[in-house]
């Protein structure tokens, strides 16, 4: 596997068996050394639950000590805090949401910053059918879909108080979502007049108040999936990708005329760059989305889709299909990091919400794919496009995220 060069004309799109060289012929020494210096990982871990109890896996991939927490629910939905130095595990069918410390020291060679007690924090609390969970701009939320109410606290107590505030948002109970604007107000789904999915989106204050006008709310067809950056959220639906800006104002953005009717984006994620989204959909890829052109542009188009994140810092954006296909692409060049098809076999058959398959997640030039059928967590070295580690597990994982923590950002 071959790591493409960034040259201005390379081309974004192109999906192969393996990397081929870049267009100066360059191309990584086969015999170069890509041992890890462990120090930089000291602070990198995967955070998993388990399908049959409570017990949760917690791995350091490069030190490859496994340690053993014990959750209130099995089955836990899993998620990085926007730091990434805490995971927020939720438990919708026993409306419960609980936190957990990475914890461990960063050493800075004359001083070093103590991250507290690895294991579960302080935080935890009790809701109806805690669902959608974001954190960005300092806070976390959790959206509860039993009562349409926001569990909201800040990301700098989850250790050390146990202060999260229920907040109401203005609307009924449905299968919601929201974003939260750097000015501290929060884009949420109004039900409207929708039998399930809500069609309309409203801001309302950290105090549940309804700021928006009303009037100026578009309606949608039904609103599934969201993101945002400081001051846009968008929202997918059938009717179009609505975009709401932290000013009340609103617009929809149409899909490509190639998509059919029944084809829309229920999964959005933000980027690094502010007017670049992405969006996705099983049966037909993953797109950007463009807010300022209201252009929407393919990644990966396939009908086979599996996976779609966005890295950390997002500045890359991992699209992998069920058959082991997959391309990571840098947003704002738009050119290919890595393609190539996965020597991995994932658990992709799915049946609905709570099935369970793979998990995919991505850091650092490496993959990690949970193997439920083996119990298995594979880290797979991107570079080399062959499995680095295989960690046996002693549980059947359903969920996990990479926990990593760098102070100076």
């Known amino acids: 596997m071959k790591k493409i060069s960034f040259l201005p004309m390379a081309i974004a799109f192109l999906l192969m068996g393996a990397c081929s060289n870049d267009d100066n012929g360059i191309e990584n020494d086969p015999d170069a050394d890509h041992d890890l210096d462990h120090e930089e990982f000291e602070n990198v871990s995967l955070l998993i639950s388990d399908v049959n109890s409570t017990t949760l896996n917690f791995i350091n991939p490069f030190s490859e000590e496994v340690k053993t927490f014990e959750a ?40 070093s910053h103590d991250l507290g007690e690895t294991g579960l924090a302080a ?17 976390v939320a959790v959206y509860n ?20 505030e229920t907040i109401a948002t ?88 190639d998509f059919e009717d029944d084809v829309w984006f229920g999964s959005l994620l933000a ?17 950007f989305v463009d807010i300022d052109s209201e252009e929407i542009t393919p990644i990966f188009e396939t009908s086979e889709l599996f996976k779609c994140m966005v890295s950390k810092d997002g500045e890359e954006v991992v699209v992998v299909a069920k058959t082991g296909e997959f ?16 020597s991995v076999a994932m658990d992709t058959e799915s049946s609905g919400h709570g099935s369970v398959t793979s998990t995919i997640d991505y850091f650092e030039g490496f993959l990690y794919i949970s193997i439920p059928s083996s119990n298995q967590i594979v880290q797979y070295h991107l570079d080399d496009m062959e499995v680095e580690h295989e960690f046996e597990l002693s549980i059947t994982p359903y969920q996990f995220k990479v926990l990593a923590y760098d102070l100076e950002h």
């Open 170 to 257: 203005g609307t009924t109970a449905h299968h919601g979502a929201m974003v939260i604007f750097e000015n501290g107000t929060i884009a949420v789904t109004n039900l409207g007049a929708g039998a399930g999915l809500p069609e309309k989106v409203h801001i309302i204050n950290q105090q549940g108040e309804v700021i928006s006008e009303e009037g100026q709310s578009l309606s949608t067809s039904g609103i599934h999936g969201s993101a945002g950056n400081d001051d846009t959220a968008i929202f997918g639906s059938n009717t179009g990708i609505l975009v709401v800006k932290d000013d009340g104002e609103q617009k929809l953005i149409d899909y490509p005329t």
């Open 72 to 111: 209130s629910h099995a089955k836990g939905s899993v998620y990085a805090t926007e730091s990434g130095r805490y995971g927020v595990i939720t438990h919708r069918d026993h409306n419960f949401t609980e936190t957990f410390n990475l914890g461990g020291e960063i050493d800075h060679g004359d001083h």
């Open 271 to 287: 980027t690094d760059e502010s007017d670049i989204f992405v969006g996705y959909t099983g049966s037909k890829g993953a797109y």
């Open 123 to 139: 935080v935890s609390f009790e809701s109806q059918k805690p669902t959608h969970f974001k954190s960005e701009q300092g806070l």
């Open 145 to 164: 879909d039993g009562d349409a109410t926001l569990s909201l606290f800040n990301e700098n107590t989850i250790d050390s108080s146990t202060a999260v």
């Open 327 to 342: 391309v990571i692409i840098n947003v704002d060049t738009k050119e290919t990091v890595y393609s190539g098809t996965l």
